[in-house]
């Protein structure tokens, strides 16, 4: 059970890892940040052994989308198919291996592979392969066909993100989501329509961005126009768990922020009133990382591509009734503060990289009273990487 310690604001912070006998004892290593062989390893401990997200579901939002991505350094491909199910398979021609697509396309109903036209239902099976037996006419038999379908991919949709997971035997999506979906289960995520999506192709580690996500410290120093540091007071510690889900809450919602009213944007879903001005942000371990309103969704997924670059897929979300056009100046108006925000922390980022290349890097200091939520998100990966405190 997670304890936590009242603040003198009234806030709850969690009863962490952290204490004064840890002062300069860092829980990863600075080379966790920057050594190519380490974030190899994390490929193979982490991503390949997690339910990571891979993509959004309105990449494919039509029968016959197929979008390529890569986790973990595979390639895989999100398909949509006949039904409306998201299906995600190794990016890997049955026949010689050959990725069947790198970037996205729209098919009517078959992927086909450009080496040597085998091509594939959207279900992944295989549908012809021509002079399969030096005939003209000669196709695989039916058996065949069975055989060398497209290897599916376990996977999950979830609040409009695809996750995927590349272990042998996952745990299902379903129980590891579960806690957070009890706790949002008043959101409506069937009604989300995207406002607007970017990306950033970041020159640093992905773990920074995690850890400056959950840093609340940092607000009134990098992000003024939220408030006073009464903004970052007003935030309470909440852990899901503390292996998968940690994150906060701003019970009362932004310090100075308007109250909602009659004229703001519609709700996703049947809000309660206690809700309606709370804000939650948690990451979604490893790389999904979540902000939730009564009336609006971002997510900022992280595709770590090197020890040092990672690329940011930010996307802002609303209800469906919110695509009105009455609405487009407020809509607009929310993604340019969202926005703001997540560039406003870039140049802080890409210090905070240089900075893992210094000897004292190993010997930096997690506060008890700030920083407990980021040292379980630190000792989350210590422990999947093996890393000694």
């Not at 039509?62 to 595979?74: F, L, M, R, T």
């Not at 030096?134 to 979830?158: M, N, T």
């Not at 001005?277 to 971002?298: G, K, M, R, T, Y």
């Not at 009734?321 to 703001?340: I, M, N, Q, T, Y």
């Given at each position: 059970?997670?304890?936590?310690?009242?603040?003198?604001?009234?806030?709850?912070?969690?009863?962490?890892?952290?204490?004064?006998?840890?002062?300069?004892?860092?829980?990863?290593?600075?080379?966790?940040?920057?050594?190519?062989?380490?974030?190899?390893?994390?490929?193979?401990?982490?991503?390949?052994?997690?339910?990571?997200?891979?993509?959004?579901?309105?990449?494919?939002?039509?029968?016959?989308?197929?979008?390529?991505?890569?986790?973990?350094?595979?390639?895989?491909?999100?398909?949509?198919?006949g039904?409306?199910?998201?299906?995600?398979?190794?990016?890997?021609?049955?026949?010689?291996?050959?990725?069947?697509?790198?970037?996205?396309?729209?098919?009517?109903?078959?992927?086909?592979?450009?080496?040597h036209?085998?091509?594939?239902?959207?279900?992944?099976?295989?549908?012809?392969?021509?002079?399969?037996?030096?005939?003209?006419?000669?196709?695989?038999?039916?058996?065949?066909?069975?055989?060398?379908?497209?290897?599916p991919v376990?996977?999950?949709?979830?609040?409009?993100m695809?996750?995927?997971?590349?272990?042998?035997?996952?745990?299902?999506?379903?129980?590891?989501?579960?806690?957070?979906?009890?706790?949002?289960s008043?959101?409506?995520?069937?009604?989300?329509?995207?406002?607007?999506?970017?990306?950033?192709d970041?020159?640093?580690?992905?773990?920074?961005?995690?850890?400056?996500?959950?840093?609340?410290?940092?607000?009134?120093?990098?992000?003024?126009?939220?408030?006073?540091?009464?903004?970052?007071l007003?935030?309470?510690?909440?852990?899901?768990?503390?292996?998968?889900?940690?994150?906060?809450?701003?019970?009362r919602?932004?310090?100075?922020?308007?109250?909602?009213?009659?004229?703001a944007?519609?709700?996703?879903?049947?809000?309660?009133?206690?809700?309606?001005?709370?804000?939650?942000?948690?990451?979604?371990?490893?790389?999904?990382?979540?902000?939730?309103?009564?009336?609006?969704?971002?997510?900022?997924?992280?595709?770590?591509?090197?020890?040092?670059?990672?690329?940011?897929?930010?996307?802002?979300?609303?209800?469906?009734?919110?695509?009105?056009?009455?609405?487009?100046?407020?809509?607009k108006?929310?993604?340019?503060?969202?926005?703001?925000?997540?560039?406003?922390?870039?140049?802080?980022?890409?210090?905070?990289?240089?900075?893992?290349?210094?000897?004292?890097?190993?010997?930096?200091?997690?506060?008890?009273?700030?920083?407990?939520?980021?040292?379980?998100?630190?000792?989350?990966?210590?422990a999947?990487?093996?890393?000694?405190?």
């Amino acid at each position: 059970m997670t304890s936590y310690s009242t603040t003198s604001t009234g806030n709850t912070i969690v009863d962490g890892p952290l204490s004064e006998d840890t002062y300069g004892r860092s829980i990863l290593p600075a080379s966790a940040y920057t050594d190519p062989q380490e974030f190899a390893r994390e490929q193979r401990m982490i991503f390949s052994a997690e339910w990571v997200w891979a993509g959004y579901t309105h990449w494919v939002g039509n029968e016959g989308n197929v979008h390529p991505v890569e986790v973990a350094g595979k390639p895989l491909l999100i398909v949509r198919d006949g039904e409306g199910n998201v299906n995600v398979f190794h990016n890997s021609c049955r026949h010689r291996g050959m990725v069947v697509t790198q970037e996205p396309i729209e098919v009517t109903q078959r992927i086909q592979c450009a080496y040597h036209c085998w091509s594939y239902n959207l279900d992944g099976s295989l549908a012809a392969a021509p002079y399969f037996n030096r005939e003209r006419r000669g196709a695989p038999s039916p058996e065949s066909r069975r055989k060398l379908g497209l290897l599916p991919v376990p996977s999950a949709v979830w609040a409009g993100m695809v996750f995927v997971n590349l272990s042998a035997d996952p745990t299902p999506f379903a129980d590891v989501i579960a806690p957070l979906a009890e706790r949002w289960s008043h959101i409506d995520f069937d009604r989300l329509h995207l406002a607007q999506e970017r990306t950033f192709d970041l020159e640093v580690n992905w773990k920074l961005a995690v850890e400056n996500f959950l840093d609340f410290y940092h607000l009134p120093f990098v992000h003024p126009q939220v408030g006073p540091v009464a903004a970052s007071l007003d935030v309470d510690d909440v852990v899901i768990d503390s292996q998968v889900i940690v994150g906060g809450c701003y019970p009362r919602g932004a310090v100075g922020k308007a109250k909602k009213s009659e004229d703001a944007l519609p709700f996703i879903g049947d809000v309660p009133a206690g809700k309606v001005d709370s804000q939650d942000i948690f990451c979604v371990f490893p790389n999904a990382l979540v902000f939730l309103e009564a009336d609006w969704f971002q997510v900022i997924a992280l595709s770590p591509a090197a020890a040092d670059r990672t690329v940011e897929h930010m996307a802002v979300f609303v209800d469906s009734d919110a695509a009105a056009p009455r609405f487009e100046e407020s809509v607009k108006s929310l993604c340019d503060v969202l926005f703001h925000v997540n560039e406003q922390d870039i140049p802080f980022l890409y210090k905070l990289q240089a900075g893992r290349s210094s000897d004292g890097a190993n010997h930096t200091t997690l506060l008890p009273s700030w920083d407990q939520i980021t040292a379980m998100f630190q000792t989350a990966v210590a422990a999947r990487m093996g890393y000694q405190s």
